[in-house]
């Protein structure tokens, strides 16, 4: 029996890229994520977590600084190690929380940011449960308070793909298209991915913001 002929031009279409909506690009790279051993994603996770950590210390601001972080879900890069020195250095450290319907419509937003406390991770519904939406009823604001964007010196980004401008492909919610304008002026926007996300083109709408910083491993 011969061995299968590779179609080589849709090869390398689907490990550029080119010619993808974000439908398929997305499923294309995701599964490309999902391939990647797990140690090597631990491994990579790590790299970035310490660049992240270079990258904040030389952003020279002083005091206190508010930093939000997201809980990996899937394959999914994870800064957990990079909260955890955040916190280990004093520094504020705030998650996404999915907004209720009605909240989400009264605000304008999908998403809010929540301060965490050290060890007190485990008991964040909206870090157990990232994808669901909380009434702010649900969550105990005095425990897990609202951080206003406005506080924020970084937000880490999850994302799907980047490509060379900055261009990223996110999970198509839209929640971080809507809450990064909000930002200060001097907050540092960081997205985080493996090598293996990086494309030659991410298609991108009118909305879809792109990044100044993208650390990857």
Not at 124 to 148: E, K, L, M
Request: charged share 20%; proline share 5%; glycine share 6%.
């Amino acid at each position: 029996m011969k061995p299968a002929k590779i179609n080589l031009s849709l090869f390398g279409r689907f490990r550029r890229g080119v010619g993808m909506d974000k439908a398929e690009l997305r499923r294309t790279v995701i599964a490309r994520r999902d391939a990647i051993d797990l140690d090597v994603r631990a491994a990579k996770s790590a790299v970035v977590c310490a660049r992240l950590v270079e990258l904040m210390k030389s952003s020279g601001t002083a005091g206190q600084r508010t930093v939000a972080v997201y809980a990996a879900m899937g394959s999914e890069v994870d800064p957990a190690a990079f909260a955890a020195a955040a916190a280990a250095r004093g520094w504020r450290v705030a998650y996404p929380c999915m907004l209720s319907a009605s909240d989400a419509a009264a605000c304008g937003q999908r998403m809010c940011m929540r301060a965490v406390s050290a060890g007190d991770a485990s008991e964040a519904p909206f870090i157990a449960h990232p994808t669901r939406a909380f009434a702010a009823t649900d969550v105990d604001s005095d425990h897990f308070p609202i951080v206003p964007a406005a506080e924020l010196d970084m937000v880490v980004v999850p994302l799907v793909a980047f490509d060379r401008t900055g261009a990223r492909l996110g999970y198509g919610g839209g929640c971080y298209d809507r809450y990064l304008p909000t930002l200060s002026a001097t907050c540092q926007v960081v997205g985080i991915a493996f090598d293996e996300q990086r494309v030659d083109h991410v298609p991108t709408d009118a909305h879809d913001l792109p990044l100044s910083h993208i650390v990857s491993a």
